[in-house]
């Protein structure tokens, strides 16, 4: 054992009536219950139906390979942290032995802790623990590094086999878009070409989705449902069909500068030149989206900035300023529209259904 000293892990895997002793890679001994763990883990029953060495007589309580204090030991290749946290999951512990912080409180989220969640899951997996694999995915699925680090992440999510993380590693991947050498960075040694590829479709998908999405917000009812009321929020002078987002009884508010594209709207409805730039703008938006759909409402402003000045350079300063904090508030709604869009249109499943063959072979 490369001269390590063997050590007890203490409580509450220390009871002195306990039947097994199971053997960390790093010589922590922990006195558990087979029935318990056998009760918790298919695993772990069959590893306890398979022959082997029973209790010493009392008379010859020697340690020995397969002995220690009488009882049988098995050795197993896990961690002591890792075999703790998944024993802490078996047992029916309560105060004032509860499941350390890392466990519990999930806290830390450097690479330390992301080594410790992925054996920590890998073991829950093999030992067919269900309960600890679901609440690692969980945390894993909120680390930080899903947010700063996607493509790594989506690496570990492949690793593990997890679909439930290639899903959300794939999703927070989006902001990469497009997908080049360049956005993929150094983490993308950590992903096999194969899953890569499989990516670069999802994202191609979800380009398509989003831009259809936008495309879709083209007409006068994508005017009516996304522009026009965030515009009637702001106090300018529009109003909808009928007095649309006002429930019909209110007047529209008109602006006085006939030079202002808004200076005519006596009417219950914009004039066909406005509709004729939301219209524009959207196809140009549908562009922009199409190569990066997970663009911020900021990003897409941006993005579109010349065809928000073909309508503002023909805005009094007024109906500008309005119309441009309404065309924020359109955005920001768009985001979340496009989002739950793009959930609902394109599943990573299908993509993970291909790679499973090639990704994970059995």
């Known amino acids: 054992m490369g001269g390590s000293k063997v050590r007890d892990y203490g409580p509450p895997f220390d009871d002195t009536d306990a039947d097994t002793i199971l053997r960390s890679a790093d010589d922590l001994d922990f006195r558990v219950y087979r029935v318990i763990l056998s009760k918790a883990s298919p695993v772990f029953r069959d590893m306890f139906t398979f022959p082997h060495p029973g209790p010493c007589s009392k008379h010859n309580i020697n340690d020995d390979d397969d002995h220690k204090d009488g009882l049988p030991l098995v050795r197993l290749p896990e961690s002591s942290m890792t075999l703790s946290m998944l024993l802490y999951a078996i047992y029916p512990v309560s105060p004032p032995h509860a ?45 930080a590094l899903m947010a700063r680090q996607p493509l790594r992440m989506f690496g570990v999510a492949y690793y593990l086999r997890s679909q439930t993380l290639l899903q959300s590693a794939a999703a927070r991947t989006l902001p990469l878009a497009p997908l080049t050498l360049d956005a993929l960075g150094r983490h993308v040694d950590l992903v096999p070409f194969i899953a890569v590829r499989h990516l670069v479709e999802y994202h191609r998908a979800c380009g398509e989705a989003a831009r259809d999405f936008a495309l879709l917000k083209a007409d006068e009812d994508g005017f009516a449902e996304v522009f026009l009321p965030a515009l009637l929020v702001q106090g300018t002078s529009a109003a909808g069909r009928g007095g649309a987002g006002t429930g019909g009884t209110r007047a529209a508010r008109v602006c006085k500068d006939s030079r202002c594209q808004f200076g005519n709207l006596r009417v219950p409805w914009p004039r066909s030149e406005t509709l004729e730039w939301w219209r524009r703008y959207m196809e140009a938006l549908s562009v922009k989206l199409g190569e990066r759909p997970a663009m911020s409402a900021t990003a897409a402003m941006g993005a579109c900035v010349d065809e928000w000045e073909s309508l503002g350079s023909k805005l009094c300063a007024r109906c500008r300023g309005s119309a441009a904090s309404a065309l924020v508030l359109a955005h920001t709604s768009l985001e979340e529209m496009l989002k739950a869009e793009i959930e609902e249109e394109v599943q990573f499943e299908h993509y993970i259904s291909h790679m499973e063959s090639s990704m994970f072979p059995r």
């Open 99 to 143: 499941p350390p912080p890392y466990v519990a409180q999930g806290r830390g989220q450097d690479d330390g802790t992301l080594d410790t969640l992925t054996e920590a899951w890998l073991a829950a997996d093999k030992y067919e623990v269900s309960g600890l694999r679901d609440a690692l995915t969980a945390r894993l699925q909120t680390h």
